[in-house]
């Protein structure tokens, strides 16, 4: 077993990641955490036209309740749900990233926020380009964060 209760057996392609209870954490609501912007087309070919592919990352973030499994997501308007997250600055990793959007948009206290990334190498890049794309214009990464036991 090593860090974070993390298996790497070679023969074995499982990895075991612990799972702390839900109510070990306080969860309160951020009016301005995921503010709404407009999403129209020619925004988003002026926006590629002058920075190239856009990069994001979101985080799976696991907790449990009632002795299962349960995955994190944020919720937006009452009928949206997401995974947190969001785009990333030119130039910046991966891992730092992710931890910029969860410190602005999880946690109290930006100074205190401490989040534990998984390496991207762990997870396996599935690309589906239609035929009629010429280009990509989106990059996604998922990545594991593991959670603390309390975060208040």
């Not at 074995?12 to 309160?28: H, R």
């Not at 036209?49 to 990069?55: E, L």
Request: with cysteine; net charge negative.
């Amino acid at each position: 077993m090593g860090e974070n209760g993390i298996r790497d057996d070679d023969d074995d392609e499982k990895v075991e990641v612990n799972i702390y209870p839900l109510n070990s954490y306080y969860f309160g609501s951020k009016e301005d955490a995921i503010p709404s912007k407009d999403h129209s087309l020619q925004r988003f070919k002026s926006n590629y036209d002058a920075r190239g592919m856009r990069t994001c990352v979101e985080a799976v973030m696991m907790v449990e309740l009632f002795k299962h499994p349960h995955l994190l997501l944020f919720q937006i308007k009452n009928s949206i749900f997401k995974l947190p997250g969001g785009r990333l600055r030119p130039g910046e990793s991966d891992t730092d990233g992710l931890k910029r959007k969860l410190a602005r948009k999880l946690s109290a206290d930006e100074n205190l926020a401490e989040w534990e990334v998984l390496n991207s190498s762990f997870l396996f890049n599935f690309f589906y380009v239609h035929a009629s794309l010429q280009h990509l214009y989106d990059s996604v990464k998922i990545l594991i964060v593991f959670m603390v036991l309390y975060r208040i």
